[in-house]
């Protein structure tokens, strides 16, 4: 079965830029989280889709949005690069229909903003 | 605001000398309590998921427990493949999402 997919594995941005992260989540699962991870802040959460709805999101920027299509693959797109949005963005899935089990994380995109 | 904090933040080891991280949490009723394992330059590895007070699982070396504050990662007779960071994460009762809040993590170095 394979697993969680996250393209492209490495990004370098200009500041300004913005940016779309893909994500295709584990067969059969419905639910899609996105989370950016940084030495200093460690995993935040940015948001989670469902069933193609925005079903929770954290605490960022509106300049970070997303989506989800009906087959659950699952983008992310960051608008006006800014040099502190360089990150590791990591995707990940469940079939939780209503939370309570364990999230599959993929191996991430490493995004730099020069 | 639900809140993990983990310690120590890093731990080096002898292989063979076994030890355990801690990760203190507050949440607004629990729903679960995961690990995960993280190699560098990698995502996340799932590990365990915890739901009560007094549970426990374990994985080879590695042994998790669960109680109201806390949650313990024992690993016995560590071997330098254990090396990693150890994530934990929350996730609250509330609502009907996936939500994970997760501790800053523990770095563990495991010398031969």
């Known amino acids: 079965k394979a697993g969680v997919t996250q393209t492209p594995r490495y990004l370098i941005k200009t500041r300004g830029q913005q940016v779309t992260l893909s994500c295709s989540p584990i067969?059969?699962?419905?639910?899609v989280s996105w989370y950016q991870q940084t030495p200093g802040q460690g995993l935040q959460f940015l948001f989670e889709y469902f069933s193609e709805t925005q079903r929770n999101k954290g605490n960022f920027p509106g300049r970070f949005s997303g989506r989800q299509f009906s087959n659950s693959r699952s983008e992310m797109n960051v608008s006006t690069l800014e040099l502190g949005d360089s990150a590791l963005y990591l995707c990940?899935?469940?079939?939780?229909?209503?939370?309570?089990?364990?999230?599959?994380f993929g191996q991430g995109t490493r995004l730099t903003v020069v | 605001e639900d809140q993990v904090t983990q310690s120590p933040e890093a731990l080096r080891l002898q292989e063979g000398e076994s030890s355990s991280l801690n990760c203190s949490y507050t949440?607004?009723?629990?729903?679960?309590l995961f690990w995960y394992r993280q190699d560098p330059g990698k995502g996340p590895e799932f590990l365990f998921t915890l739901y009560s007070a007094g549970e426990e699982k374990e994985k080879e070396r590695l042994k998790a427990t669960l109680t109201k504050k806390e949650s313990f990662l024992h690993i016995t007779a560590p071997k330098p493949e254990d090396s990693a960071t150890y994530l934990c994460?929350?996730?609250?009762?509330?609502?009907?999402?996936?939500?994970?809040?997760f501790g800053k993590g523990i770095t563990l170095s495991v010398r031969p």
């Open positions: 067969s059969g699962h419905r639910s």
């Open positions: 990940a899935s469940s079939n939780a229909d209503r939370g309570g089990t364990e999230a599959f």
């Open positions: 994460a929350v996730q609250p009762r509330t609502g009907a999402n996936s939500k994970l809040t």
């Open positions: 949440v607004s009723g629990l729903r679960g």
